[in-house]
């Protein structure tokens, strides 16, 4: 009796066996569509390379394959059961799945903007240096005004220059010399800007031309040197490292600046001086410690932006100032 009831389980072990495996021949071999995506379930037999080759007509893509089904549920792709289900993504997902990711470029701060210092007086600094040879003088204005202003006819005349009509010039007059503090000797004349002139009509004794700026009061006897136009923006650059220099004199003759106001200091390009750099003005006491003068830490002041050089004086605009500067005060390197 016992033997008949061993072969009757035996035999219904064998007829589930082979019912289970009809059904998952019959389940699988088809992709099946579920809310969550389109699925295959596994059979007997299958391989990762074959269901490349059927679904995506290339066995070699298998690795994508089983890239996006590694986790859950074929952690290794050599082993796969019946009954697993895997996903089954278009070939454009796959392969959009597949393509490496790009890391973002790294953002490349653009470069600092340059700092400049508006200053829209610029035509009209002067400068100091032995005297420029003028190209003409004005001899007459129309009408014989008393004071010469824009718009006003004058009458020139050349002095080894041959005019043409359009031709612009800096109207000037020179002033005295300035002397250096230090050296006490002549550091140039003082070349004063007026205003500026256009040539409308040329002669052959003589030229006219229009007042086009008045800077300052013109005169009769005033110069001409071409005119050279002056971009506004001062490109700010660093100070020359170890800089000493003085003050000549105020652009105007004053005896105090403020601030707003040119001055002419003795030192220029030959002295490592270049157009937008910053100095200060200080002072610098000396006390008697020990027995002997000591100086004490240099006060700035007041500040300093070189708008002309020349050889050896450059024209400078006070920006800033906590008291009156005179002529001699001595600027030097800007403290970080």
């Excluded at 289970?20 to 007997?44: D, F, M, R, W």
């Excluded at 190209?135 to 020139?156: E, H, P, R, W």
């Excluded at 002419?264 to 006491?285: A, C, M, P, T």
């Amino acid at each position: 009796m016992s033997h008949r009831i061993i072969f009757f389980c035996i035999c219904i072990w064998v007829g589930l066996f082979c019912l289970n495996n009809a059904h998952a021949q019959e389940s699988g071999g088809e992709p099946v569509k579920l809310e969550s995506g389109l699925y295959y379930t596994i059979v007997k037999g299958d391989t990762l390379w074959d269901l490349s080759e059927h679904f995506y007509d290339s066995p070699w893509v298998w690795p994508n394959l089983w890239e996006q089904n590694k986790e859950v549920p074929i952690p290794n792709p050599h082993w796969i059961y019946p009954g697993q289900q895997v996903r089954v993504f278009s070939r454009e997902e796959l392969q959009r799945m597949a393509a490496p990711v790009k890391e973002p470029e790294p953002e490349v701060a653009p470069p600092p903007e340059p700092s400049f210092y508006f200053y829209a007086p610029i035509d009209r600094v002067g400068f100091v240096r032995e005297p420029v040879s003028p190209s003409g003088a004005i001899f007459k204005v129309k009408d014989d005004k008393g004071l010469i202003s824009q718009m006003d006819l004058v009458y020139v005349q050349p002095e080894d220059c041959n005019f043409k009509v359009g031709d612009r010039f800096t109207v000037f007059r020179t002033l005295e010399s300035l002397k250096d503090p230090d050296t006490r000797k002549s550091a140039g004349i003082q070349h004063y800007i007026v205003g500026l002139v256009e040539i409308s009509d040329v002669q052959p004794k003589f030229s006219v031309g229009r007042i086009l700026e008045s800077y300052r009061e013109i005169k009769r006897d005033d110069l001409l040197m071409p005119y050279e136009p002056r971009s506004p923006n001062v490109l700010l650059t660093k100070g020359k490292e170890g800089f000493e220099g003085k003050i000549l004199a105020a652009e105007e003759r004053q005896t105090v600046l403020g601030d707003h106001e040119t001055a002419f200091i003795n030192k220029g390009r030959n002295d490592g001086v270049e157009v937008g750099q910053l100095y200060s003005v200080y002072y610098q006491e000396t006390e008697r410690v020990g027995g002997e003068e000591v100086p004490l830490t240099p006060v700035n002041y007041g500040k300093i932006l070189v708008l002309l050089t020349e050889e050896n004086t450059a024209t400078a605009v006070v920006t800033y100032s906590e008291r009156s500067i005179e002529p001699g005060a001595t600027v030097h390197t800007l403290s970080p």
